[in-house]
């Protein structure tokens, strides 16, 4: 079975490597010759183009930067919807909104093929490690066929439901991922000023109703944990830019289904203050700085 | 060993009947007789008043709702600090701030006594279970003294540093868990109005990194966690109203350090909203219903 | 010399019957027939197609419900810039986005033809009146040419700069209208909660550094001005649910060019909320509703 | 008739002044010599100390910086109200908050002293002036009687209603001030960041539904309003740490009367995030910076 993969950037290609290394043929495409070139290093096969590829795959997997992209790789006339074989896989792993994932897919429907939204969480540590949590959405039987490719990527797939629900639970997740952010940001400092000690304060949080994922692994105060990027001066992890970019997406979601988000907006415009001062290429624990004395 | 314990109320009560339970005499006292009575029956001694009970206790606890209550209790001339044994040790388990806490036990010390603040998690259920975590502040002498106590009423009992580290901490926590029931709304709704069922994107988001306590066992959604109080009509929990009064201590503190709280600004706000509407007696995750369709 | 008029709405109606009033001969075309039958009443040609109106306009004005729809109008081949005369000047009034205003100018560039973009504040009274306000952004010599066309509806006609500009000013006019109604609505009830005078406070604000447009003619404490909306039930105004596009247009600029707004983006958040409670089509001070005991 | 004043500040120096100018006998008090000294050049009185000011005078004024100094002044055992003469006017000037009036004032109606809260808006410019506005709480004979006095200090003399309505009025105007100085900031910014020249940008608003008093005469972006502090380096004017002081106590009101105020909420977070960042004694305006590119 020959897969074909669209977008190798920083998530691309360590996903590449470990279809290769659970035996896949990879047929990859890329704007980047350098990051072709390394895939091939890695035993990939290159195609000659969006089309050599569409035309040869019988799954094809899209990793891109943003719904625009999408579309114009996968939907315009002549594109890969267009030249994939018949029933062919198509998989769109890219952050993307729902709206988006529901047109391509009913497009691929009309075209004879199954496409899927898959988005992943998991960073790219979780790439490289083959521990990527996939949110699927699109038909059952799509998601089955889908489902032992992802596995050679993921450790945890998950069916969302109809096509756009796994970009949907995508977005809903980053949200809280957003706003906890800066919550445990304004909790850590609030306690340090009152004169609580970071490590204290944390793990009484930890074992409180307060905790949470990001208090947990990914605590923004300096120093509490110590391979978190908080710890590392930001570095790392999750950019701020790419986190308004989800915050965004997510806004515009529920500007969609007409559904208020209180702190949803307030915690894309905190990032926006802090992209605005410079920090948009820093992971988003970076927001402790606003707080922090 | 003598523990008087004033204040009767709903925590209050299984507090003192885990006292006795652990084979502690325990002299009572509350405004309402009624309160008495009943502790009365599960084998509490009657105090004839304050300063009865002062007097006579080698530990006194004090369980009540308002830092101007806790005030009145112990620091008037007269009060219970200025009646009560030399090197008593008074516990304060009361939901107080930061600033009267320091001064309460500045008092105690220029009095002879060991105060300390000792605030609660883990609510009418934990009080009655004897699992409430304890988050204490004061001198690490005291907290020694008083651990045996409190281990009869709780589980987790943990010091956090000196006069009012129990009450900052307790800030620091709610403020979180006020901001996350407001966020995990949010995220919930999107995705119902995104199509997602409830029960899906909570198990996905509680396997990703959005995930928090709320998330997880006091999600807010109807029917997503079956014994929360949003799946009983957002009864019992923690009343919306109490949550004001907490996110209003945080930012009460963080205005005295100069703290920027944003987010647990709005949530605040939001909180006061819906008591607005007239549902501040309900439970915190009330404040979905301003977001579901 | 003949104008093309396209959109015959609540404001789109009483612009016509003002041109008409002018001595100008208007050629009208709507979707809905009831719509042209009226204009037609007055005085108006009936437009036989779009195209028939671009063909045979020496003028045209463009006054339409979103930036999509305006760009399926003048933009698709065959649409109205490519069947205008040379150099015909195109004048959309539409409530649009600055990008959208830039690429339909640069578009009718191309083709020879001048546009620009003039939304208007005022609303339908000033419609009525003839006393809007155009917000002109596009050429010197293009605004020049309108100038006399746009004073047939209206007093103010201002250049603001280069495409776009126009619909540039018109949303951060109106982000300033949105957060005004509620941070007044917030004034008004607070005081009224302190035990003041509506007709006071409002008096001591309109004297003082607190005052604003809001304040002074649009009050949405209700009984305060006589012949605003807030003292007619709501009735009339400007809609809730326009408020929310109009703030949406204002957040989506401001993402473009990476501006934070977090004041606008609450009050988007908070008219959601009452467009949620099912209030979208009451006009924009019944946000007070919220607050208002 | 002889007054005594109380506070020499920046505000109290000139009041003092535009008194003597006017032809009253002033005794003054202050804690600072220099102040006294300097008011003493102009023709004031020094009373010996705060006891002999109140046994003297026939009225008294105070102008002071916080409600804990106003009550340490008023009301203590061997204050002022104390001591003044039987039916002695007490007009206190200084922002305190409702409550503080209300208390001091019925302490002032047992002990037979007509006491008034008469905070001030116009800043130390209007006090300079004598054009100063003073909103008036307190019963309508005590206004009568203060309005003469106050005339030689102000031009805009207004009863609010009952003890506490000054201060009321008061705080509802700032906190519209607070929210405007924000909102006009993201305006401009978002005006300038999408290519519109700010001092067109500015006339727009001012002739339309945005317009207020800070976008017309204290417009925060700079150069647009010669001789706004906007234009002067943010020197002069209110400070930020100020604005904040007024916003908490407007906060704290509405926490008394359960009372939503959102938008207030966020704008004092972000003057907090303004000081935080080590510009709390600019002036409001300042708050520009934040978003301006």
Redesign the interface.
């Known amino acids: 079975m020959e897969i074909g993969f669209i977008g190798l950037g920083h998530m691309g290609f360590p996903m590449v490597a470990n279809l290769l290394a659970n035996g896949y043929a990879v047929r990859v495409y890329d704007t980047s010759d350098a990051a072709v070139a390394k895939a091939v290093e890695h035993g990939a096969i290159v195609a000659q183009s969006l089309i050599d590829l569409a035309q040869s795959a019988d799954a094809i997997i899209t990793m891109l930067p943003t719904p625009a992209v999408v579309r114009s790789v996968l939907c315009v006339p002549g594109g890969v919807i267009a030249n994939a074989k018949q029933n062919a896989l198509i998989i769109d792993c890219s952050t993307s909104d729902?709206q988006t994932a529901v047109e391509v897919e009913a497009l691929g429907a009309v075209a004879g093929k199954i496409v899927l939204d898959a988005p992943v969480?998991g960073g790219v540590q979780g790439a490289k490690a083959g521990t990527l949590?996939f949110?699927v959405g699109g038909s059952k039987d799509g998601f089955l066929l889908a489902k032992s490719i992802l596995s050679a990527m993921g450790k945890?797939i998950?069916h969302?439901?109809?096509a756009?629900?796994g970009q949907?639970?995508k977005?809903?997740?980053?949200?809280?991922?957003g706003?906890?952010t800066?919550?445990?940001s304004?909790?850590?400092?609030?306690?340090a000023?009152?004169?609580?000690?970071p490590e204290?304060?944390a793990?009484?949080?930890n074992?409180?109703?307060?905790?949470?994922?990001?208090?947990e692994l990914?605590n923004p105060y300096p120093g509490v944990v110590k391979d978190a990027p908080a710890s590392n001066n930001f570095a790392g992890g999750f950019a701020c830019d790419l986190m308004i970019k989800d915050l965004?997406l997510?806004?515009d979601?529920?500007?969609g289904?007409?559904?208020?988000?209180?702190?949803?907006?307030?915690?894309?415009?905190?990032f926006?203050?802090l992209?605005?001062q410079g920090h948009g290429d820093k992971d988003i624990s970076a927001i402790v700085e606003?707080?922090k004395k």
Chains 1, 2, 3, 4 share one sequence.
């Open positions: 729902p969480s949590t949110m945890n998950v969302c439901g109809a756009g629900s949907a639970a977005l809903c997740n980053n949200l809280l991922l706003v906890s800066v919550a445990v304004e909790s850590m400092c609030l306690g000023s009152l004169g609580l000690e204290v304060l793990q009484i949080i074992t409180s109703s307060g905790r949470c994922w990001v208090s990914y965004s997510a806004l979601a529920a500007h289904t007409r559904q208020p988000l209180p702190m949803t907006s307030v915690s894309k415009q905190l926006q203050l992209s605005h606003m707080f």
